[in-house]
C-alpha cells in the first residue's frame, strides 16, 4: 500500500477539540494559475521549460496547424462539403501545450482537439472523414491510441478504465481524458475521476476551460470557484495554467504527466476560450457579446507564443507565410484524398456491430440487399454523402 | 396559425407555462439560447429566469432534478438536448420517475414531461441520431409519447404537461420543420393513448409513429393498395384497440418503426394483435424496421431508415399471401 492510500485509511473523526464549528470554503483556498509568458509577452526566462529549439518552433507550427485546419474545415462546411464542424479557434496554445507532452504509448481521448491525432500520425483525411461521418477515421484514430468522444464526459470512465489497465501493465504510461468545462457537471465525469482517486490510477484529466458549454457560461455551469478546485474533492492533484499560454501549459501537463505516472491522478484546468461557435450549428451571437470576443480575440494565444519566439531569436527559424502554405496544401490534399473515397457497401452498416454477425442481422443483410436489387428507386431516397 | 411541429412545440409551452405557472422548463441551452433547434425561443422573455433556465450539462441531474421538482408540486418540462443523451438517465426514469407514485402507494407523484428530439435523418453526429422508443415503453409508469403532425404536436404535449404521471415526449427531429399545418388557437388536448386513423382504407392496416408517417403517408398514396394508415401517437401507454379493429376489418397489417427491429415496439404490437385479432389475420404481419445495427453515421444513414420504397415492400409483401 502506497503511503498516500494508507493515509487516507487513517479513522477521520477525530476532532481537533476546539469545540469550534470550521466551516471550509473554496474562497479559503489560493487557486494559483501557472503562466510563463505573459499577455505584454514578457516572461522571465529562468521559468522556461526546457525544450530545444527545434521543439519551441514546433510547437509554433503544430499551433498554426490547428488554426488553419480549424479554418478549412469551417470553409468548407460552409459550402456543404462537411457536416457539423467544432473549430478550436482560439484553444491552440491549451491544446497544442497538453498534447506536446504525451508520448505515443499514452491514451489520448479527447473531447475538442483535432491536432493531437496529426501529432501521434494521423492523417488530416482521416480527420475529414470523420467529420463527414464515415466511421474510417475513428478506425484510424484507435490505431494510434486516440478517440474522440462526442457524448460530453462519456469517455472518463474509458480513461479511468484505460489507466487502470496501464496500472495492472505497469505500464510507462498515462491515459488522458480531454475534456471541457461543461464536462465536469456530468455524472460520468463525477465517476470517472472519482474512480481513478480512489484505485491512484495513471489517469490525467486535462480539462480545458473554454469559458461555455454551447450556451452557459462556466460560471453558470458550477457553483465552484474554480474547476480545478474540484479535484481535490477527488482526493487528486490539480494544477490551474493559462491557456493562451503553450508554454506554461506544456510546463504544467508535463509536471502533471510525471505524477500521474507515479501513481498520483492529476486534474488540470486550462483556462482558454473557444473564439467560433460551440459547433458550426450554433448561433454564439445569441448568448455572448462581441466585446468580449473581440477581448479575447486580443488574447490570441499564437500572437503571445510569436512575441516570445522573438524575444528568443527564434522567429528567424521561422517562415510563418511556409507553414501556413505546407497546411493549405495538406489540407487541400487530405481534401481531395477524402473526396476519392470509394462507394461504400450496405454491408458496412451490419459489419462491425458484432464480431461475428449474428444468424438475425445476416438475414437483415441479406433482406435489404436483395431489395435494393429489387427496388432501384430506393436509391431515389438515399444519398450517400460521401462528402457530408 | 400554421406553425411547423417545432414551432407547435413552443406554442405548447408557452400556453402551459401562460395557464400554469407551476409548469418550469429547464435543460441544456433551453434559456438564452432558446434550445438547439429554437424549441424553447422567447420563453425566457415571456417568463423570467426563475422558470426558464439554463442548466448544467447533466442529464442525470435533469431528469433526476426534473422528478424532485414534480415530487414537490411543480411541473417540470425537461429538455434533453438529443435523446443520444438520455441513456445516462435512464437510471433516473427507472429507478425514481416512474416508480414514485408505485412506491408511495400515490402519496407522492412525478408529473413531469422530459422533451427530447429523436431520431436519424438530420446529418447529425455519433449519439444524436437514436430511436429507442422501445426501450423506454418497457419502463413501468412511464408514458411514452412521439407526435407526427404540428396539431397534433401542440395538443400531445399540453396533454403530457397536464397528465399526472412521468412523459417522455419524443419529438421527431427530422421532420421538425418540414411538416407544416395549421394549428388550433389557444387551448389544445390531444388525450394520450389514443391512435389516429389518418387514412382510411378496407385492404391492409400500416402502423407508423412520428417521422415514419410522412414516408409511410408517401408510401400508401402513392400505391393503388386501398390501406388504412394509423399513427400510434402514444407508444406507451399503446392504443391496442384502435389498431385490432382496423385489423379485424382488413385481415393484413405492416408496422413502420425507425427503431431497431429486434424487441421493437412493432415486435410488441405482433404480439397484441396476436392476442386480439388472430382470427382475422390472412397473412402474418410484416414489420418495417431499422436495423439491429447502430445508427450509421451521417454518410450512409438514407440506408437504415425506412423510405417509401422499403415500406411499399412491406405492404406488398402483407398483400401476397
Redesign the interface.
Request: proline share 4%.
Given at each position: 500500500m502506497s503511503d498516500r492510500a494508507s493515509d487516507r485509511r487513517v479513522p477521520s473523526a477525530v476532532g481537533n477539540g476546539d469545540g469550534e464549528v470550521a466551516v471550509l470554503s473554496q474562497a479559503d483556498l489560493a487557486v494559483p494559475t501557472h503562466q510563463i509568458v505573459e499577455p505584454d509577452g514578457s516572461y522571465d526566462p529562468e521559468v522556461v521549460p526546457d525544450l530545444s529549439e527545434e521543439e519551441l518552433c514546433d510547437l509554433y507550427r503544430w499551433m498554426v496547424t490547428d488554426r488553419v485546419f480549424s479554418r478549412r474545415m469551417v470553409n468548407i462546411q460552409r459550402r456543404g462539403e462537411l457536416?457539423?464542424f467544432g473549430s478550436t479557434r482560439g484553444q491552440e496554445a491549451s491544446i497544442i501545450g497538453s498534447a506536446f507532452t504525451l508520448e505515443p504509448q499514452d491514451w489520448l481521448y479527447v473531447g475538442r482537439a483535432w491536432t493531437p491525432m496529426f501529432m501521434r500520425g494521423a492523417s488530416m483525411d482521416d480527420m475529414i472523414r470523420f467529420w463527414?461521418?464515415?466511421?474510417e477515421g475513428q478506425q484510424a484514430f484507435a490505431k494510434q491510441n486516440s478517440q474522440i468522444a462526442?457524448?460530453?464526459?462519456?469517455h472518463v470512465p474509458l480513461v479511468a478504465g484505460l489507466a487502470w489497465g496501464m496500472q495492472l501493465d505497469d505500464a510507462d504510461a498515462v491515459a488522458t481524458a480531454y475534456i471541457g468545462d461543461?464536462?465536469t457537471?456530468?455524472?460520468?465525469a463525477h465517476e470517472g475521476i472519482n474512480l481513478a482517486g480512489a484505485l491512484s490510477l495513471p489517469a490525467l484529466f486535462f480539462c480545458q476551460n473554454n469559458q461555455y458549454?454551447?450556451?452557459?457560461p462556466v460560471d453558470?455551469?458550477?457553483g465552484a470557484k474554480t474547476l480545478a478546485q474540484k479535484a481535490l474533492a477527488y482526493g487528486i492533484d490539480a494544477i490551474r495554467v493559462d491557456g493562451q499560454d503553450v508554454l506554461a501549459v506544456y510546463d504544467a501537463v508535463q509536471t502533471a504527466r510525471e505524477r500521474v505516472k507515479n501513481g498520483t491522478p492529476v486534474f488540470v484546468e486550462s483556462v482558454t476560450y473557444r473564439l467560433d461557435a460551440h459547433t458550426t450549428?450554433?448561433?454564439p451571437t445569441?448568448?455572448r457579446e462581441d466585446e468580449e470576443v473581440r477581448a479575447w480575440e486580443e488574447n490570441d494565444p499564437i500572437e503571445r507564443y510569436r512575441s516570445f519566439l522573438k524575444s528568443e531569436g527564434l522567429w528567424s527559424q521561422i517562415d510563418h507565410d511556409a507553414i501556413v502554405e505546407d497546411i493549405e496544401a495538406e489540407f487541400d490534399a487530405a481534401l481531395a484524398a477524402a473526396n476519392e473515397m470509394a462507394e461504400?457497401q450496405?454491408a458496412?452498416?451490419?459489419a462491425h456491430?458484432y464480431e461475428e454477425l449474428?444468424p438475425?442481422?445476416s438475414r437483415?443483410?441479406e433482406a435489404?440487399e436483395a431489395?435494393l436489387e429489387?427496388?432501384p428507386?430506393?436509391y431515389?431516397?438515399?444519398?450517400?454523402?460521401?462528402k457530408? | 396559425m400554421q406553425a411547423t411541429i417545432v414551432q407547435a412545440v413552443n406554442d405548447a409551452l408557452h400556453g402551459e407555462m401562460e395557464r400554469d405557472d407551476r409548469v418550469v422548463v429547464f435543460g441544456e441551452d433551453v434559456a438564452e439560447s432558446g434550445g438547439v433547434f429554437r424549441a424553447t425561443d422567447d420563453l425566457l422573455e415571456e417568463f423570467g429566469s426563475d422558470r426558464v433556465v439554463d442548466t448544467p450539462l447533466s442529464e442525470i441531474a435533469i431528469v433526476g432534478g426534473a422528478t424532485g421538482m414534480a415530487m414537490y408540486g411543480y411541473r417540470p418540462v425537461a429538455e434533453i438536448q438529443f435523446s443520444g443523451f438520455l441513456p445516462p438517465a435512464f437510471d433516473q426514469l427507472v429507478t425514481n420517475a416512474s416508480r414514485i407514485r408505485w412506491r408511495t402507494r400515490g402519496e407522492l407523484t412525478a408529473p413531469m414531461v422530459v422533451r427530447t428530439p429523436y431520431g436519424a435523418g438530420v446529418r447529425a453526429l455519433e449519439h444524436h441520431s437514436e430511436s429507442l422508443e422501445g426501450a423506454y415503453a418497457h419502463i413501468p409508469g412511464l408514458k411514452v409519447v412521439v407526435p407526427s403532425t404540428p396539431a397534433d404536436t401542440k395538443g400531445l404535449l399540453t396533454a403530457s404537461i397536464r397528465d399526472p404521471d412521468p412523459v417522455l415526449f419524443m419529438e421527431p427531429k427530422r421532420i421538425y420543420r418540414s411538416v407544416r399545418e395549421e394549428i388550433p388557437e389557444g387551448d389544445h388536448e390531444v388525450p394520450l393513448g389514443e391512435a389516429a386513423v389518418r387514412r382510411e382504407g378496407a385492404d391492409v392496416t400500416v402502423v407508423g409513429w412520428g417521422a415514419m408517417m410522412p414516408p409511410t403517408l408517401e408510401a400508401v398514396d402513392d400505391s393503388d393498395v386501398d390501406a388504412e394508415v394509423i399513427d400510434l401517437r402514444t407508444i406507451s401507454p399503446m392504443d391496442t384497440e384502435t389498431v385490432a379493429e382496423s385489423v379485424k376489418k382488413t385481415g393484413r397489417c405492416v408496422v413502420v418503426h425507425e427503431g431497431p427491429r429486434t424487441l421493437g415496439v412493432g415486435s410488441e404490437l405482433v404480439a397484441r394483435i396476436n392476442d386480439e385479432a388472430l382470427m382475422y389475420l390472412e397473412a402474418p404481419i410484416e414489420r418495417v424496421a431499422g436495423f439491429d445495427t447502430q445508427v450509421p453515421l451521417l454518410s450512409m444513414e438514407d440506408f437504415y431508415l425506412p423510405h417509401p420504397p422499403r415500406i411499399r415492400d412491406g405492404i406488398e409483401r402483407a398483400l401476397s399471401d
Open positions: 457536416g457539423t463527414r461521418g464515415i466511421e462526442i457524448s460530453i464526459g462519456s461543461g464536462a457537471s456530468t455524472g460520468a458549454a454551447i450556451s452557459m453558470e455551469q458550477t450549428s450554433d448561433d445569441r448568448y461504400r450496405v458496412e452498416i451490419f456491430v449474428p438475425e442481422l437483415q443483410q435489404f431489395l429489387k427496388r428507386e430506393m431515389d431516397h438515399i444519398e450517400q454523402r460521401p457530408g | -
